[in-house]
């Protein structure tokens, strides 16, 4: 009898083999098979989602350095993505190079401008490197690994490392150790919550009027939820009115669903962007430093 072959959920990320963004969807579904579809932009990951090209996108929405990134916000709510969940993940910057490689022979570190500013105490010791921008940490290992030269490094993940056949010649070298990116994992249509869900993440659209926002700060407070998130954009045309963008978490989701009931009932446009169980932080915090996520 042949064996029934597994399904493979196709994963857009952005960013290439060996980013974080394809970390991240390893942790997330590491006991499942997956394939993963790579986007150069945010808007192209929108865009392979939208088309049908991928089951599901793993999108940083912030990270505790750089914050909120903000353009993804905006994708969110002009595509009517789904939330289905989050992952939190540790970033560790590995100095990368050709085996056999000496840091002190080095001339040239590349990397995304994030990764380098994330680095930034380990590369002062090194001021005679020249730094070079480049659009995604693993393009760079990528980069090295095709040129052959001895004398450039780049700034990545240990999964790049494995993926271009680098060496680490400097391990961990973050400035912050407790530098993490939260993900949102992404699907186009809403599916059931399940019965152990937390955490929910909506916008409303709050009018020029005195007191709305305290209104719904008043009504979490009641209903007990904790606000996790709290971010505002401004509504193009028309002045003075913002939308924002909530996470809340709770015990039980009875407690969502009457701020949910709330929200629905006033005139302030609500929007329910998921209902999902939270990312665990434990590798952000508990987890060694030299053991990769």
């Not at 500013?117 to 730094?131: D, G, M, S, T």
Request: with cysteine; aromatic share 10%; glycine share 6%.
């Amino acid at each position: 009898m042949s064996q029934i072959a597994k399904s493979v959920k196709k994963i857009v990320i952005q960013g290439y083999p060996g980013s974080f963004h394809e970390e991240a969807a390893l942790q997330y579904w590491q006991e499942e098979t997956i394939e993963i579809v790579p986007a150069d932009t945010f808007d192209d990951l929108a865009a392979i989602l939208v088309a049908g090209s991928a089951d599901f996108a793993v999108m940083a929405i912030e990270n505790s350095i750089a914050g909120t990134i903000l353009q993804n916000y905006r994708i969110l709510r002009e595509h009517g993505f789904h939330v289905t969940g989050e992952l939190y993940l540790r970033i560790r910057h590995q100095l990368l190079g050709l085996p056999g490689s000496l840091v002190t022979s080095l001339q040239q570190v590349a990397s995304h401008p994030m990764a380098l500013n994330q680095c930034l105490h380990f590369l002062a010791e090194y001021p005679q490197w020249k730094r070079v921008e480049s659009i995604d940490t693993a393009l760079s290992a990528k980069d090295i690994s095709q040129k052959g030269d001895a004398s450039i490094a780049c700034i990545a993940s240990s999964l790049a490392a494995q993926k271009y056949g680098l060496q680490i010649l400097a391990p961990n070298i973050e400035t912050h150790k407790h530098n993490y990116t939260r993900f949102f994992i992404l699907q186009r249509t809403v599916s059931p919550c399940s019965a152990l869900s937390d955490k929910a993440s909506l916008y409303i659209r709050i009018p020029d009027k005195k007191g709305q926002l305290l209104q719904v700060l008043r009504w979490i407070d009641v209903f007990d939820l904790n606000m996790s998130q709290l971010q505002s954009f401004p509504v193009l045309g028309s002045p003075r009115e913002y939308y924002f963008h909530l996470d809340v978490e709770f015990d039980s989701l009875s407690q969502y669903e009457q701020l949910k009931e709330k929200l629905t009932q006033a005139d302030m446009g609500f929007h329910e962007t998921g209902v999902y169980k939270r990312g665990s932080l434990s590798s952000i915090y508990f987890a060694d430093s030299n053991t990769t996520p």
